[in-house]
């Protein structure tokens, strides 16, 4: 059995040393450098040939990786990299790991060809300048092969031991059994889906209701399925720490069953979080985790390998006996783990590091995403940008001088557009073309200046000239897929922003690199929602699981004479607060009531405290911290009773868990359609232009998610019993009745 490595993955293995530095480093973009690339190309003579497929073998290794380009008639190989800046201020550990590849392609390349000697040139192309500075360099096949095969001794033991690993772990999992005696109802039919969808290379949207062990029921069957697909990785990923949780916890209870089987399972935290020292920066000058960080990572490595669970805490251990970067370790450990654990971002996002490593590897992998209902607006974000004349307004005011004019250029343009965007708020045609140029070119000096001079920028500029980038970057790719339009901000003058309506064209790569995906949520109803939204293959298979629940465990009282639109609700706030306070005194315990802004959740409350001064209440506040939202949840124990009142969509609206007489009713104040308001108008038209469904993809699909997601906090298990009220007259629509779980009983009250 063969290893397989990329010639970038075997040199960054063998070659790296000395500190971590993470010092910003002023870099092109992926546009701007397959740009650069393709600059570098045209300016080669006939027979030039580029993106040159290369292979070799070393024992057990297979080594591929594709160079550069390739001219015949000067037999010379050329490895481009681009740059900004001076290229003198590039760190030599840099320069050594580009030609430690090079010289790798360089042996692949006499080996392949039968050469006895090649020249090498490592192409530097400086994007802003567009000149080349080239360093070259001839070898003989032998030196080459030399040093072929002492990078490869250097990374054959780890292979053995990968190998070995893959191996064991592959025959364990073929051996697997189900963690449980038997599965829950409808958890074998979602399994058997997954696997299927595993099996067959497609990827599939899963409705599958709380309480059927979701999580267990779609890692066991990609891990049943990873030996005969030979997958290299499976991704769970999730929007919210506590679902993430819960994946560990699935992968401990598969673990527990089959306490030898050999699997890494590695969970991902966000930086800000895992950084031991916030108030130092990520180099070898500062924190002493990044000095040397690459000469202890090899014992580092080894001994995070030898671990099967690296969640958080034993990564921080590890790396810490190890004074090493515990985030940087957890990076490090993706390449070598077999289940990971994170948020959506690390495959969804622009800069996703696992999509990177995917494709740069060319791993097979299987994507499991949690509570998926959440990733249309979780991607939306990812692909938006905005901009604030105040934050340029702050960035000038801190500028060194050779900066301002750049900045002076852009507040110019920026004038000019305000100009022909009188109203509050208003969406243009197109994006502004002289803006953009000197926003890019405001950027570009930025650059030029960090490269001249590597001390921090100022937090104000700095911060304009991040998100200057993003915005850049995204408007490289805009298109019918989002909005480009200027909000008036008062004081502080217009903000402007890319906004992203359709994610579909950015997530699409992610799904067909991917050997197969599964979604899967109480709410993804209807499923071509979704499916569109996200840009899921034409194949993709959408199933609706069973409910383990029966309408007798729930009640669902259709209230059809109240309205809640906006111009009803002062008066509709006396009759809901009856209506709890009837309820509650007919059955004493915890309830939450739900209103779709804190507006009228305030109103609501008064009303009910006014009618009901006796009865225990307490509401959730403005700007809740952690500390806040702990309180308020931990008002529902099994020995207290009264009214929560929520805003529905917000943090207690879905991911919390208040089993048994914890909660045992609901009362959902609206249908929770997104305020209709300028902004989601045009969002309305552009997904009418997009899918001839303008209203429902805007509005009232997103709306009942929110409601079948907070009346689902009611009943969690098969033991639970209690009430949910929808109140509102358009709950009793058959459009409307139609997207709700089909096990609920519906009864007009």
Request: hydrophobic letters at 40%.
């Amino acid at each position: 059995m063969s290893y397989v490595v990329a010639v970038r993955a075997l040199c960054e293995f063998t070659a790296k040393a000395g500190d971590l530095d993470l010092r910003f480093t002023p870099s092109p973009t992926a546009q701007e450098g397959i740009a650069g690339h393709g600059v570098v190309t045209s300016r080669r003579g006939d027979g030039y040939e580029t993106e040159v497929s290369l292979s070799g073998v070393h024992g057990p290794l297979l080594v591929r990786g594709r160079a550069d380009g390739y001219d015949p008639a000067q037999n010379l190989l050329e490895e481009i990299k681009t740059y900004r800046g001076r290229l003198d201020s590039m760190p030599e550990r840099h320069r050594h790991l580009h030609w430690a590849q090079l010289r790798v392609y360089g042996h692949l390349l006499c080996q392949q060809r039968g050469l006895e000697q090649v020249n090498l040139a490592l192409v530097y192309f400086d994007i802003g300048r567009q000149t080349e500075t080239v360093l070259r360099e001839t070898a003989s096949s032998t030196d080459l092969a030399a040093q072929f095969a002492e990078q490869c001794e250097r990374f054959v033991a780890w292979a053995a031991r990968e190998l070995a690993h893959r191996e064991a772990r592959d025959a364990a999992l073929g051996a697997l059994r189900f963690p449980h005696p038997s599965f829950r109802p409808g958890q074998r039919h979602l399994s058997e889906t997954i696997f299927r969808a595993n099996s067959s290379a497609r990827c599939v949207l899963a409705q599958a209701p709380t309480g059927i062990g979701k999580t267990v029921g779609s890692l066991f069957p990609v891990l049943k399925a990873a030996p005969g697909q030979k997958l290299d990785k499976i991704l769970f990923l999730s929007a919210k720490t506590p679902g993430r949780q819960l994946a560990l916890d699935a992968m401990e209870t598969i673990r527990a069953a089959a306490p030898t089987m050999p699997i890494r399972i590695l969970e991902l935290a966000a930086r800000d979080k895992a950084c031991e020292h916030p108030d130092k920066a990520c180099h070898g000058d500062s924190c002493p985790l990044a000095k040397g960080f690459y000469d202890r990572l090899p014992q580092a490595r080894s001994a995070a390998a030898a671990l099967p669970l690296l969640d958080r805490a034993a990564l921080r251990e590890t790396a810490l006996a190890h004074d090493v970067c515990p985030y940087y370790l957890g990076s490090e450990m993706a390449k070598w783990s077999d289940v990971i654990v994170g948020d959506y971002n690390y495959y969804f996002d622009g800069g996703a590091m696992l999509y990177a490593l995917a494709a740069a590897n060319q791993w097979r992998v299987s994507v499991l995403v949690d509570e998926a209902h959440n990733l249309v607006a979780r991607s939306r974000a990812m692909y938006s940008a905005e901009l604030s004349r105040g934050a340029l307004r702050a960035a000038r005011a801190v500028a060194p001088a050779l900066l301002k004019k750049a900045l002076d250029r852009v507040s110019r343009n920026w004038t000019e557009l305000d100009k022909g965007a009188t109203a509050p708020y208003q969406v243009m045609p197109e994006l502004p073309a002289k803006l953009l140029t000197n926003l890019q070119g405001a950027a570009s000096e930025i650059t030029e200046f960090l490269a001249e001079n590597p001390a921090p920028l100022d937090p104000a500029l700095q911060r304009f000239y991040f998100d200057a980038l993003h915005f850049a970057r995204l408007s490289e790719s805009f298109g019918a897929h989002s909005l480009f339009d200027v909000a008036r901000d008062g004081a502080n003058g217009s903000t402007l922003c890319i906004r992203n309506i359709v994610p579909a064209p950015f997530l699409k790569p992610r799904f067909a690199l991917a050997h197969s995906s599964a979604l899967f949520s109480a709410t993804l109803s209807p499923w071509h929602y979704y499916s569109d939204a996200l840009g899921m293959p034409a194949d993709t298979a959408f199933i609706d699981v069973e409910s383990p629940f029966t309408a007798d465990q729930l009640e669902v009282h259709v209230v059809d004479r109240i309205s809640t639109r906006f111009q009803h609700r002062a008066r509709s706030v006396a009759p809901i607060a009856r209506l709890i306070g009837g309820q509650y005194r007919d059955a004493p315990g915890n309830y939450l009531a739900f209103f779709s802004s804190f507006d009228y959740l305030e109103q609501a409350a008064q009303a009910f405290a006014e009618q009901h001064p006796d009865i225990p209440m307490w509401r959730q506040e403005r700007r809740m911290d952690e500390a806040g939202r702990a309180a308020f949840l931990a008002r529902f124990s099994l020995d207290s009773c009264g009214v929560g009142f929520a805003v529905l969509g917000g943090a207690f609206g879905e991911g919390i868990d208040l089993p048994g007489a914890r909660l045992v009713g609901a009362f959902i104040a609206t249908l929770g359609l997104p305020q209709m308001n300028p902004v989601n108008e045009q969002v309305r038209q552009r997904m009418e232009t997009t899918f001839g469904a303008g209203y429902d993809y805007t509005y009232l699909y997103p709306g009942i998610q929110k409601v079948v997601q907070a009346a689902g906090r009611v009943i969690r298990t098969t033991g639970d019993r209690g009430v949910v009220y929808l109140i509102d007259d358009r709950f009793a629509q058959p459009d409307v009745q139609a997207l709700l779980p089909r096990w609920w009983g519906l009864d007009a009250a």
